[in-house]
């Protein structure tokens, strides 16, 4: 069965610095991962979807990348602004789960003006 | 182009009241879900469909009911509420299946109280 785990939960940063959010799952047999953004009160937004056959996925300042082998994602964001203060989240779709989302728990990153 | 949206955006109940939520997506999608959102537990999947006039269960079904009528249309119906279903509600849409290209995309949530 398909676990997910986001390590830390929470994370501060200042204005400016590049930071990387992980996801890690257990079962590598996977159909896709997704990275959502979920702001305070509301519902979440999909900001990039692998599928198993790629390595790594772009829009704007991100970046995620794919490493099935050792069952891990990784979101990179670049100059990271106070507007990317969030909950993100991964969730994975596997054959072990017939092909629903699991989710993570996410982690909470706080940009520092 | 409304994307997912949801109603009630926010509902108390009282123990053993009912209620339905409705979701309602424009973007022609075959698949629709169900979940809730709890502290500490992430996001958990109630109930899909996968067409008009379909549903299964998901990971925590009991406790509710839905219904695909229609296919712009997902249901969410809690016949006697209780207060272990005091949560956030979302509903989500994806075009493809488990098995494709499936972004899913979210509407903005119900929180739900059970006294």
């Known amino acids: 069965k398909q676990e997910v785990t986001q390590i830390p939960a929470a994370l501060s940063v200042p204005e400016g610095e590049n930071l990387v959010l992980n996801c890690s799952f257990t079962d590598s047999a996977i159909y896709n991962l997704q990275w959502f953004r979920q702001d305070p009160g509301k519902g979440l937004t999909s900001l990039l979807l692998?599928?198993?056959?790629?390595r790594e996925q772009t829009s704007g300042r991100l970046n995620a990348s794919l490493d099935k082998s050792s069952g891990r994602s990784t979101l990179y964001i670049a100059a990271s602004q106070p507007g990317d203060s969030a909950t993100y989240l991964c969730?994975?779709?596997?054959?072990?789960?017939?092909?629903?989302?699991?989710f993570g728990q996410g982690t909470t990153l706080q940009v520092k003006p | 182009n409304a994307g997912v949206t949801q109603t009630p955006k926010f509902r108390v109940l009282k123990t053993g009241q009912s209620m339905t939520l409705l979701c309602a997506q424009d973007?022609?999608?075959?698949?629709m879900y169900w979940y809730r959102q709890d502290p500490g537990m992430g996001l958990r999947l109630i109930h899909y469909?996968?067409?008009?006039?379909?549903?299964a269960k998901g990971e925590v079904p009991d406790g509710y009911n839905v219904s695909r009528l229609k296919k712009q249309n997902f249901l969410l119906g809690l016949e006697s509420a209780a207060p272990s279903q005091t949560s956030v509600y979302f509903c989500?849409?994806?075009?493809?299946?488990?098995?494709?290209?499936?972004?899913?995309?979210f509407g903005p949530g119900t929180r739900l109280t059970v006294l």
């Open positions: 692998i599928q198993s056959s790629q």
């Open positions: 469909s996968v067409g008009e006039g379909t549903t």
């Open positions: 989500a849409s994806s075009y493809g299946g488990f098995t494709s290209y499936n972004e899913q995309f």
């Open positions: 969730a994975v779709s596997s054959p072990s789960n017939t092909g629903k989302l699991i």
């Open positions: 973007m022609n999608h075959e698949y």
